[in-house]
C-alpha cells in the first residue's frame, strides 16, 4: 500500500519538473551555462572527430 503511494508521488513529481523544463524552455529562460563551461566554470573544448574515435574505443 506504501508502495503505491510512493510511486504515485514519483511519477507527479516527474510530470511536475518535465513541465517546468518545458515552460522555460519555450520562455527561453533555461540556462545552458553549465552545459558549456561544465561544472567547474572552464570551458569545454569542442570535441573533434579524433577525441571522439579515442572516446568511442574507450582510450580517453
Do not use: A, H
Not at 513541465?19 to 569545454?44: L, T, V
Amino acid at each position: 500500500m506504501l508502495w503505491n503511494y510512493t510511486i504515485l508521488i514519483l511519477c507527479i513529481l516527474l510530470v511536475f519538473r518535465w513541465w517546468q523544463m518545458k515552460r522555460s524552455i519555450r520562455k527561453g529562460s533555461y540556462d545552458y551555462s553549465y552545459y558549456e563551461e561544465g561544472p567547474y566554470g572552464e570551458r569545454r573544448k569542442k570535441m573533434t572527430w579524433l577525441d571522439k574515435l579515442k572516446r568511442l574505443l574507450g582510450l580517453k
